[in-house]
């Protein structure tokens, strides 16, 4: 294929460029593509936008697909606070901490970045169809989206799905289908619908949408939004970046944003890009993701894990497993010391930071940005570990205010 203008589809392995359509595998090869802009064409359009007040859209419009704006389908996605830490600070010996509130997004988490980006992609295709296998939150962004736009979305989650995501996407208007959580034995299975949703889409005309770039990779584009808006609130890149590691599209989407930053001339450097994710399931590590033990084993392979890996690594970041108790210290700590109320997904980058932190890790005079990715009204059962690590009040039974000893 051919391609024209400031934007085209790149094969991650072949190097080949292709058109910006309805494209989701390389055909040369098979394997992965990227978005990708001419960065020096595009270079001063940017500048002129990127620090303004404004909509996602509006102020990174450059550098995103598609181009013509009478598609983009929005929820006012984006411009999440980026909030400067007291508490955590202080007990980490920390002097510039900061946290990004994705949970501050129309449905809760960062998912809505990608979706705003991925469906308006869709929409200029003229599709009205869109898929998801989730663990809940592009299953609650896409329902809501596609509700905005008046599309159909088809949503597969496990049947141990927080009871609060399950309901967010049938009160949107998603179709829901609950399958078999995966339990011991079953994981690879498990994996295999999120491996197996492309093929499934593309043979009926629906678009796929797991948010991971050998799937769609227009998904991740949305994620670059956030380094964008980090740089411009801090007038800066910042020195440290924590994230959580789930599928890995975040990880390697942050890698992107401050890539390109720095080849539109906004940024000379790159930050530290550090991991954390969790231990305690059976998750391959995305260090080990290409591993034997893993590759045949009873494991979940995260899809954009070599891409993360590969963000790691080219940034001199690091890698931090974190635990089950670790993430609900941190958890407790955002909620109790700063008032930022995380899931527990949303918690991971803050229990890797908490890690690196304690074991002297993290220089006291850095800045350093740590990303909350999703609200804990989604999981509040997650909630009751909180007393283990901060102590809380227990509710008191009153007849009025005259009543209340104080």
Known sequence: ????????????????????GPLFFDPV???????????QAVAERFADEWKSVGSMWDRFGA?????????????????TPLVRSERIAKRLGLKNLFFKLESCNPTGSFKDRQISVALSMGRSWGRTR???????NVGNALSAYCAKAGYEAFVWVSDDTAESKRQQISVYGGQLFLVPAPGEGRVRDHWNLFRDLQGFCLARNIVPMISARP??????????????EIAA???????????????????????KGFSELVGLGQSTHMP????????DRNYAPIDKVTHRLYVEGDYYLPLDGEWAWSAIQDTGGTLLPVSSDEIAEAQAWLANLEGI???????????????????????SDATVTCIVTGIGLKDMTATKRFAEFEPQRAAITVTGLADSSL
Request: hydrophobic residues 35%; negative net charge.
């Open 233 to 255: 609130e801090l007038n800066r890149v910042p020195d440290e970046v924590f994230c959580c590691v789930g599928g890995g599209g975040l990880l390697g989407g942050m890698h």
């Open 341 to 363: 109320f995380a899931e527990p997904q949303g918690a991971y980058a803050t229990a890797a930071l908490i890690r690196a932190a304690r074991n002297g890790e993290v220089d």
């Open 63 to 79: 550098v995103l697909a598609p181009l013509d704006r009478s598609h983009v389908i929005s929820l006012g996605e984006g411009s």
């Open 130 to 136: 869109y898929a998801t296998v989730s663990s809940g």
């Open 272 to 279: 530290r890009i550090h991991g954390g994710q969790r231990t």
């Open 29 to 39: 090869d098979g394997g992965q593509l990227s978005v990708t802009f001419d960065l």
């Open 215 to 228: 799937v769609n990779p227009f998904m991740v584009e949305g994620t670059k939004t956030i380094a964008f």
């Open 1 to 20: 294929m051919t391609y024209n203008g400031t934007v085209w589809l790149q094969g991650v392995t072949s190097g080949e460029k292709h058109e910006i």
